[in-house]
C-alpha cells in the first residue's frame, strides 16, 4: 500500500534552541518544504517529562514557534502548531502504550541518559516518551521524519510500534477495508555532516539544551561578539587540520567543528578540508566565526523581532492546531474502530 508523503517533526520548548538543532533538524524542515506536505510541531507534551517552570514553558513554546518561522517555514503553506493543542496526540499515544513492550523501552539510551542514576525517581512520562513521539508520527500517518542522529534509536521503535499494530490487528484493519496494513512505517531522514553536531567543550557529548554550560553550545539567539568567543574558546587539539577526512577520526573536537563549517557552508567535510587541509585552528576558528555569525545573526534577530508580538505566534499556533487536528481526528476514528472502541 502507498501513503500519501508527508514530512513530520517535533522540537521541545525545553530551554534555548542551538546550533545542533538548527543543523540537525530546523535546515532540513526548511529544505523539505519544496517537496512535502509537512507537519512541523512544538512538542510541549515531551517537554514536561522533565519538570518546566509554567512561565518559561509558554515563552519557550513562543520561542521556538518563532525560530521555525524566522529560519524559513512557511506556516501558511504547511503546518506549525504547538502539542498540546491537538488531544488526538495523547489519545493514539495511550493506545501505543499498550502495543509497545516494555523490553523495547527499557532498551531506549535517551531514558537512560537523561534519567541518570535516580531512576526511580524519573516521571513515567520520560520513560514512555518513545510511544508519545511514535503518536506525533503516526496520527498524521506520516511517512518521513528528519531528525538528528539522536532520535534514530526513538524512530526505529516508532517503526516497532507501526508494524506491531499493523499485525496484531490485521484482520480488524482487513474486515474494515483499511488495510492491508493501517499505519506506514515511517522513514528517519539523518543526512549530511552535522546529524550529531557535538558540545564545544567535550567532543564525545552531544550539544544540548540541557548542558549546564553555555560555553558547550551556541544558542541561536547569541549575538555576533557571543558567538565568536564561544568559538575561539572551543576546545580542540594542537595538531593543523588534517587533509582528509580520515586524519578527523579520533579527534572528535576537530572533526565537530569541520562538521559545523560543511554544514553551514553547504559543503561536505572533505571541501572543507580541501580548503582548510594544513591550516591552524586560530585561522579556521576565524573562517568559523565569520560564517557562524553571518548564519546566525538575521536568525536570532527575526526571532527576537518575532517574539515581540506573541498575539501573532499564538494565532499561527492555533490555526495550525486546527488543520492538524482535522487529520488526527480522521486517524483516530479509523484507529478506534480498528481496535474495536464505541464510538459516537
Ligand atoms: P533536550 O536536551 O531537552 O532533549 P535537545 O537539544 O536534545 O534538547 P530536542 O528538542 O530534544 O533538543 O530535539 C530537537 C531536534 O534537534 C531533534 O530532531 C534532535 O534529533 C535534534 N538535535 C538535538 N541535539 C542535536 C545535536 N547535538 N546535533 C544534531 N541534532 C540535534
Ligand atoms: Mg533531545
Redesign the pocket.
Known sequence: MTFKERVF????P??NL?L??Y???IVKFVALQEQYDCIYCV?DMH?ITVWQDPAELKRSIREVTAAFIACGIDPKRHIVFNQSQVAEHAELAWIFNCVARLGWLNRMTQFKEKAGKDRENASVGLYAYPALMAADILVYRATHV??????KQHLELARDIAQKFNNDFAASIAALGLGPVFFPLPEPLIQGP?????SLRDGTK?????DPSDYSRINLTDDADTIAQKIRKAKTDPDPLPHDEKGLESRPEADNLVGIFAALAGKTKAEVLGEFGGAQFSSFKAALVELAAGKLGPVGSEMKRLVQDPAYIDAVLGDGAARAQAIAADTMRYVKDVVGFVRR
Do not use: C, F, I
Request: overall charge positive.
Open positions: 517533526s517535533g522540537v521541545q525545553t530551554g542551538h545542533g538543532n543543523l540537525g533538524a512538542v517537554a528528519p531528525v538528528g542522529e539522536d532520535q552535522a546529524t550529531r553536531v557535538m552531544k550539544m544540548s539544551k540541557s
